[in-house]
């Protein structure tokens, strides 16, 4: 068997030596999965946040992750993006497997985007220039280009008119449409969101989560943190409880609200939902 | 599957060399080796410009035949030095010039802090007063000093006013005993006598004891809502009567070396030579004037609702000032203040300007010129003055870590 | 009825106590009792001083003249200034070049003049050019040796010239260590950490005096035989190792204001390191640290003066020097007075512009 070969079989779940014909079908499995977690385990010194983690992705499924603070969600997807390195476990993007090679790292950051609950635009750059840097500098496109796909998003998430403007002259709704606008303009294959209404004043998060359900419905592999449980139900594909760095239940979202098997899951069902 | 890295490995086959090149490139992609490549190559090359340097030194001081190591420490100096903490003339060694060096540099350094701090903190109020004249007037004090050259001021000091002074004949004298001259400032020195130290040792004892009452007070004060009746005036009884007992009791005598004019000079009693003078104005005024500006910042920020939450609870303004801004200020003073501290040490090296015997002075102007050697000679010097602002840092990280512990 | 209790109150003045001069004076001047035995004394020591001063310096003063002579002793003796005040300015430069300095000068000021006010425009340019050209322009302008300029030895040079020289030099050139060593102490990596704390600390903790001294007398020990550097070469090598050990401290500050989320933020794009940093983090981070730049670039102003031990001639020293010509004896005050009074202005100037900048930066944020 070739190294490829070996390496292909290293990021499939089934892992099982098959004959030939069957590597076609671990392929597509594989494009289908998009993202691959298996057995992920991660400590902050002696804290262990992520306690075996296996999670599979596949291309334009959306997921929400929901639990307690503190229940590690964050660090699972900061995880994916290797914003947090890991200890145990693998995790395959795209077939692309997240090691200590930074060619690895690099081809994931172009394929993953994230939004975060602070929005983290930069602030001494204006609307179009923060949507087109990481094209021009990473993607390696002209300007001219990247402005014109910038100016598409920018209409899409509905703020064409603020693109001369700065971080600090927008509301903080705007700002996360920006920030959105901003990772979709290096075409990724997943956005990864991070409480991305926690952040906000309640009249401005109904505009993000509205740009949030198009996006969803446009057919983009999502995975959300968050405690939107209105946009969990309409979008989700799969809604997945975490607590104590561990996924205790997941499941689509009618089966997951309406009846959901662990005690912890109703309980924190009960809080989020009756206040 | 778009795998690069596959890619490349399978690449290999075509000889040794490339399968070198791509074990190396992927050492340097992997993200926890390339850190120690990095390095590495830092370390190799600091240590390689650290080794042409010493190379070239030593060269440099063999065609010049000048002698290297820490023999000439203990070479006799043969130069004089204008003032001397410890006992020198001419056949000490040059490891005593570099003491001489470090006690005059504290010397001067602590006086000036002592002054630079009094100075400082008075301005640093009177810029708050809420007197528009005084606010005005000490503003000025500080935008005028601060932003003038601190060797200017020495020179000012020195060769304008004090150089102006009069000869020792025609001294401004103050009775027979303080005398101010173009060769200095003279004064009595008290000399010990038997019995003198009774009474000395009586003096702390007093002040201890003073100390301790005034705790016990306080205490009982906080504790029951009353203190011991009369506890101010018992603590002054205290301290005046304890010394001027033994003084009676052990018959001891204090005498004055009185300063005399002997020829063209005084001789006898104390004196601040002007060098020392010069340095210690200049160096006064210019830190109390950074120090003024940090006592400023300090009680501004603490909070106008602290003061008004004070107030309200019936605090009157002294007690206010005392219990309540000015702890909570000095939290903000403190760091900026002994970085002053250590400014004025490091700044005392101007002295070497106006001839003051400081250590830059006798140690790297004279010693080095005479010795020539000055890798030796320099590196000693800058040791002091690090050592001197290591420590105080030091002290200051341990100081910063309890107060911050102090406000979680 | 209710209307009728209604009566809309029209504002009123106020009582002629609270308001007017003699409000004010009561409210910041005669403050109680002790107050205002303070103010009177104050202002006695004002009416003995000021007006004899005044008599001195300029009433009394003689303006101009040949040699100290000149001056009768009741009032300050200016002539001793406008007499040397082409030295004071250029040093010992040819007075036929004396062009070339003028169009040093002229061009700082109008650079700074274009960076200080807020509406100019290509900001961006006018400071790259200040930073990377203007150097090498002024280099060439006064040493000359090209384009057909006469060749001014920099033994020659000296004065406020020299002082600015200095100043402008080693900030300049401590700017991109400073950055460097700045991100180094906040690297990930121990040994670039621990070598960039050791250099930073080493040279906060000496005086800039022995850093002088090592790099007249040990710095041509360092380099091999042949090398050899002129003093004012010395001087700026010497300037510039120290400064950037305080640049590198104000940088750090600035780095340190930058949220966590910024670094996140251009990682997560894909963004590498430098690109991160130079995009990112260092033109925020820039802006924040510029009032700090301002102060050390006004303690580095001052402490030029120290090069007069190591035997540059700078505005004090020159001065200094001049103080001794036995043709202009007895005018320390006046001289030291002019010296202090230029360094004064700049500095001033200066420190007045990073608080206003400050001030924006409290207020922008």
Not at chain 2, 179 to 186: D, I, Q, V
Request: hydrophobic share 50%; net charge neutral; proline share 5%.
């Amino acid at each position: 068997m070739s190294e490829a070969e070996l390496q292909q079989k290293a990021t499939t779940a089934d892992s099982a030596a098959k004959p030939t014909v069957s590597i076609e079908r671990e392929l597509t499995q594989a494009q289908a999965n998009l993202i691959e977690i298996n057995g992920l385990n991660k400590w902050y010194g002696q804290f262990h946040v992520l306690r075996d983690i296996d999670l599979n992705v596949r291309k334009g499924e959306k997921i929400v992750i929901c639990g307690p603070s503190g229940s590690g969600k964050s660090t699972l997807i900061r995880c994916i993006n290797c914003l947090e390195e890991h200890q145990q476990g693998s995790i395959v993007v795209d077939g692309t497997r997240l090691t200590n090679d930074l060619k690895n790292i690099e081809t994931i950051r172009r394929e993953v985007g994230m939004v975060f609950q602070q929005f983290n635009l930069f602030p001494h750059l204006t609307i179009l220039e923060n949507c087109t840097l990481a094209p021009i500098w990473v993607r390696k496109q002209s300007r001219k280009d990247a402005e014109k796909l910038a100016m598409e998003y920018l209409e899409r998430v509905r703020i064409p008119d603020q693109a001369l403007k700065y971080p600090g002259q927008l509301s903080g709704g705007q700002q996360q449409r920006v920030a959105i606008a901003r990772s979709l303009c290096m075409n990724p294959e997943v956005m990864l969101f991070d409480e991305p209404t926690s952040a906000l004043d309640p009249e401005m998060i109904k505009e993000v989560l509205d740009v949030m359900i198009e996006l969803a419905q446009e057919g983009m592999t999502m995975i959300c943190v968050t405690h939107e449980m209105g946009f969990a139900r309409t979008v989700a594909d799969r809604v997945i409880f975490m607590d104590e760095g561990q996924i205790i239940e997941q499941a689509p979202p009618e089966e997951f609200f309406n009846n959901p098997r662990s005690e912890r899951t109703q309980k924190f069902l009960g809080q989020v939902l009756n206040h | 599957m778009s795998d690069p890295e596959g890619a490349s490995i399978n690449n290999t086959s075509s000889g040794p060399v490339n399968r070198l090149l791509n074990s190396i490139l992927l050492l340097w992609r992997d993200a926890s080796i390339r850190p120690l490549i990095m390095q590495a190559v830092v370390v190799l090359l600091v240590v390689a410009m650290g080794a042409w340097v010493i190379n070239n030194t030593m060269n440099n001081l063999e065609t010049r035949g000048i002698s290297t190591g820490f023999d000439f420490l203990s070479q006799e100096a043969g130069f004089g030095i204008l003032q001397s903490l410890v006992e020198y003339d001419e056949s000490h060694s040059y490891g005593r010039t570099f003491t001489v060096g470090i006690l005059n540099t504290l010397l001067v350094s602590v006086l000036g802090i002592f002054f630079a701090t009094v100075l400082g903190f008075l301005m640093g109020v009177a810029r708050l007063s809420p007197n528009w004249l005084l606010a005005r007037l000490s503003s000025v004090f500080i935008e005028t000093f601060r932003n003038i050259p601190l060797l200017l001021q020495i020179f000012f000091w020195y060769f304008a006013v004090l150089a102006a002074l009069p000869h020792p004949r025609q001294s401004y004298a103050l009775g027979d005993a303080l005398f101010l001259n173009l060769r200095g400032f003279f004064f009595p020195k008290p000399v010990m006598e038997q019995g003198l130290s009774a009474v000395f040792i009586s003096c702390l004892v007093a002040v201890g004891l003073a100390l301790f009452l005034r705790y016990k007070h306080r205490k009982q004060r906080v504790e029951t809502g009353k203190g011991i009746s009369g506890a101010p005036y018992l603590m002054a009884a205290l301290i005046v009567g304890i010394p001027a007992i033994t003084w009676w009791l052990s018959g001891a005598t204090m005498t004055f070396d009185m300063p005399e004019l002997k020829g063209f000079n005084f001789r006898g009693g104390l004196s601040i030579i002007p060098e020392l003078g010069a340095l210690l104005l200049a160096l006064t005024i210019y830190t109390a004037a950074f120090i003024a500006e940090v006592v400023r910042a300090g009680i501004e920020s603490v909070q106008k609702g602290q003061k008004e939450a004070a107030a309200s609870l019936g605090l009157k303004p002294g007690k206010t000032l005392s219990l309540v801004v000015i702890p909570q200020a000095m939290k903000v003073i403190v760091p900026p203040l002994t970085n002053q501290y250590l400014n004025l040490a490091k700044n005392s090296s101007l002295a070497t300007a106006i001839g003051y015997p400081d250590l830059v002075n006798v140690f790297a102007g004279t010693t080095l010129n005479q010795t020539g050697q000055a890798v030796e000679v320099i590196a000693m010097t800058m040791a002091v003055y690090l050592t001197i602002s290591l420590s105080v840092s030091l002290l200051m990280n341990i100081y910063n870590k309890r107060v911050a512990l102090i406000e979680r | 009825m209710i209307e009728q209790e209604l009566k809309m109150i029209p504002a009123r003045e106020p009582p002629k106590m609270a308001v007017g001069t003699i409000a004010w004076l009561r409210g910041n001047l005669f403050t109680g009792p002790l107050g205002t035995a303070a103010i009177l004394l104050i202002i006695y020591g004002l009416i003995l001083t000021v007006p004899p001063l005044v008599q001195w310096l300029f009433l009394d003063a003689t303006w101009f003249g040949a040699s100290s002579e000149a001056c009768d002793r009741e009032g300050a003796c200016w002539a001793f200034i406008t007499a040397r005040l082409d030295q004071f300015i250029y040093g010992f430069y040819p007075s036929e070049e004396y062009w070339r300095p003028n169009l040093f000068f002229a061009q700082l000021a109008v650079l700074v003049g274009w960076l200080s006010i807020k509406s100019t425009p290509w900001k961006k340019w006018v400071l790259g050019y200040s930073l990377v050209i203007m150097p090498v322009v002024s280099w060439f302008l006064l040493y000359g040796d090209i384009f057909g300029l006469a060749k001014v030895d920099t033994h020659q040079w000296g004065g406020l010239m020299l002082t600015l020289l200095l100043a402008l030099c080693g900030m300049i050139a401590s700017l991109p260590f400073g950055v460097l060593l700045a991100l180094g102490r906040r690297s990930d990596m121990p040994v670039i950490r621990s070598l960039c704390t050791a250099y930073i600390e080493l040279w906060r903790g000496v005086p800039l005096i022995t850093v002088l001294f090592m790099a007249s007398v040990m710095l041509p020990l360092f380099m091999p035989v042949e090398v050899s550097f002129d003093k004012l070469l010395r001087a700026m090598i010497g300037i510039i190792m120290f400064q950037s050990a305080y640049m590198a401290e104000v940088v750090r500050g600035g780095l340190q204001a930058i949220p966590k989320g910024q670094f996140e933020a251009f990682d997560s794009l894909g963004l590498s390191y430098w690109q991160g940093m130079i995009m990112i983090v260092l033109p925020q981070a820039m802006r924040l640290v510029i009032p700090g730049v301002v102060n050390t670039f006004i303690a580095l102003f001052k402490d030029t003066s120290l090069v007069l031990v190591i035997g540059l001639f700078d505005l004090l020293a020159i001065i200094q020097a001049g103080l001794n010509d036995p043709k202009w004896l007895g005018n320390s005050i006046e001289g030291y007075l002019f010296a202090g009074f230029v360094f004064w202005i700049f500095c001033f100037g200066m420190s007045k512009y990073s608080q206003r900048l400050e001030q924006q930066l409290h207020q922008g944020h």
